[in-house]
């Protein structure tokens, strides 16, 4: 395919990719303020880890039992209402866009690599919709924690964009992080790393994946912190058993001869006068030449044995005669 198709397919996948984004997008704009049966709104389940503090650390907005968020511009509510919705469409429509980025790569694999791009593909939806699901769980514990470390002082009043962004950011880092085993393992496959070197650094990745959680967790919270690095290095470990039983099965379907580095002389199987032990076998004792046999004339004189295959004829002619 020339270059200028594949920046027309690379078009087309993007603009599909983009298509389902907008979709769900719209999607989730309606659901941020109206439920689907039981389900409820996609604002209610969003401020549902606030609301789940006790009162007393957080400021108590609205009539009764109420939870709201405090809104500070005209347009704030609008913004927020549609940022929410597009973190919803990039959550929601993740296979469509994943599956577009998989046809864009599928020409240029292999048969078997083919194949696991489709696992990869609904891994990786799935992971980063983990992900999500696991932040959101984990937001109900760093919000408690961070709201009433001082309450007997202060009482917490966030508005909507600030609890909003850090959910939001929460979210996308558990998702995106949830994705590094998959790649260590789409790297396996692709003969990019091995396991004895993914072994070798299992103590420098974990200590890696701590730092990254310390670093980009936004809430600096010890909760999130520390489910963000546990999550991930289990993923990890099964990212690193995965490699060894891959690379076990790809060394057992390959000729030993294979192996060998260019340095090296490859084994020999032992056949015909070779033994196993690599030597040359014995050989029996010579036998005695058979004798050169001789024809005998009226006279006795032996004469020798003519081993030419052209006799010449009796008649005195050439010996060439007979050939045509």
């Not at 469509?96 to 046809?103: D, E, M, N, R, T």
């Not at 959680?213 to 991930?232: K, N, R, T």
């Not at 057992?252 to 090296?264: G, I, N, P, T």
Request: proline fraction near 7%; charged fraction near 15%.
């Amino acid at each position: 395919m020339p270059l200028i198709e594949h920046i027309y397919e690379l078009r087309t996948r993007l603009l599909i990719a983009m298509a389902a984004i907008v979709v769900f997008m719209g999607f989730g704009f309606w659901w941020y303020g109206s439920g689907i049966g039981v389900i409820p709104s996609l604002g209610e389940i969003l401020t549902g880890p606030y609301c789940d503090i006790p009162p007393g650390a957080r400021l108590q907005l609205g009539d009764g039992d109420q939870c709201r968020l405090l809104a500070t511009g005209p347009f704030e509510q609008f913004m927020l209402r549609l940022k929410v919705s597009a973190t919803a469409g990039i959550v929601i429509s993740s296979p469509v866009w994943l599956y577009q980025l998989w046809a864009f790569i599928t020409p240029g694999l292999h048969k078997n690599e083919k194949r696991y791009g489709i696992v990869f593909t609904t891994l990786a939806a799935v992971l980063f919709i983990g992900g999500a699901v696991l932040a959101y769980i984990v937001i109900v514990h760093a919000l408690e924690f961070l709201l009433s470390i001082g309450d007997n002082v202060q009482t917490t009043a966030l508005s909507g964009t600030q609890y909003f962004t850090f959910l939001i950011q929460l979210i996308l880092i558990f998702g995106v992080s949830f994705e590094i085993p998959l790649l260590l393992a789409m790297l396996n496959v692709a003969g990019v790393l091995s396991y004895e070197m993914l072994a070798k650094s299992r103590r420098g990745i974990i200590m890696g994946i701590f730092v990254f959680a310390a670093v980009a967790s936004p809430g600096q919270d010890p909760f999130s912190m520390l489910a963000l690095a546990v999550a991930v290095c289990i993923l990890v470990e099964f990212s690193i058993q995965f490699a060894r039983l891959h690379d076990k099965r790809k060394k057992k379907a390959r000729a030993e001869w294979l192996e060998v580095d260019d340095e090296s002389a490859s084994p020999i199987e032992a056949s015909g006068g070779i033994d196993s032990s690599g030597g040359i076998g014995a050989s029996g004792p010579l036998g005695r030449p058979a004798p050169v046999p001789t024809s005998a004339p009226a006279g006795g004189v032996p004469e020798p044995h003519n081993s030419s295959p052209l006799q010449a004829p009796t008649g005195g002619g050439s010996p060439y005669d007979d050939i045509t």
